[in-house]
Nanobody, 117 residues
């Protein structure tokens, strides 16, 4: 069974940085696309950034230029480097991995990111 384990969330002051990690395991297959979503209280879950196995990336408009998504294909791990954090970035961040061979996608348990002074 596919498992996604996230780490790296926490409390940071505005303007600070955090780095999230998500490691996928439990299958012989490697994920196609991997991404990060977030959900703030009272809001819908939204895509923050995604990256394909070939390295193509996409970003939500408000994070472009501040966040960088990357992955280690050998370790089936995806990272999200978050710089210049703002209070509006506060949310639970979820890792997602899409597996073509398994015909589905999977979610991590979520990690809280709080940006506050």
């Amino acid at each position: 069974q596919v498992q996604l384990v996230e780490s790296g969330g926490g409390l940071v002051q505005p303007g600070g940085s955090l780095r999230l990690s998500c490691a996928a395991s439990g299958t012989i297959f490697s994920p196609n696309a991997m991404g990060w979503y977030r959900q703030a209280p009272g809001k819908q879950r939204e895509l923050v950034a995604a990256i394909t196995s070939g390295g193509s990336t996409t970003y939500e408009g408000s994070v472009r230029g501040r966040f960088t998504i990357s992955r280690d294909n050998a370790q089936n791990t995806v990272f999200l480097q978050m710089n210049s954090l703002r209070p509006e970035d506060t949310a639970v961040y979820y890792c997602n991995a899409e597996y073509l061979e398994l015909k589905g996608d999977y979610w991590g348990q979520g990690t809280q990111v709080t940006v506050s002074s």
